[in-house]
Nanobody, 125 residues
């Protein structure tokens, strides 16, 4: 059973960088696609980025292109979301998900089998 634990959220100033992290354990990850999602209060889960664990292929939302970078560390079993120039839209709970047999280009969140509890990010102006 794969378990995911997010960390690295908190309060950040508008325009500053932030790097939420996702620690994965309990399984083999080579067949999994990992994704980061953001969920604002009262809003639906919004896709941010995906990475294929095996070949490191990545895909980003339109708002994340050029500002965010998703990566994974095979030795540490970690997935990171490097966020540059965060803005007010960046406030929310950041969730890490994983699933097998997923396409890299923004599969529906319902297809992710594993989820962490999320880490809160608040962007102040």
């Amino acid at each position: 059973q794969v378990q995911l634990v997010e960390s690295g959220g908190g309060l950040v100033q508008h325009g500053d960088p932030l790097k939420p992290s996702c620690a994965a354990s309990g399984g083999t990850f080579s067949t999994l696609t990992f994704g980061w999602f953001r969920q604002g209060q009262g809003k639906e889960r919004e896709f941010v980025a995906t990475v294929d664990w095996q070949d490191r292929t990545t895909f980003y939302s339109d708002s994340g292109k050029g500002r965010f970078a998703i990566s994974r560390d095979n030795d540490k079993n970690m997935v990171y979301l490097h966020m540059n120039n965060v803005n007010s839209d960046g406030t929310g709970v950041y969730l890490c998900g994983a699933g097998s047999g997923l396409s890299i280009d923004n599969p529906p969140s319902s297809r992710y089998r594993y989820w962490g509890q999320g880490t809160h990010v608040t962007v102040s102006s």
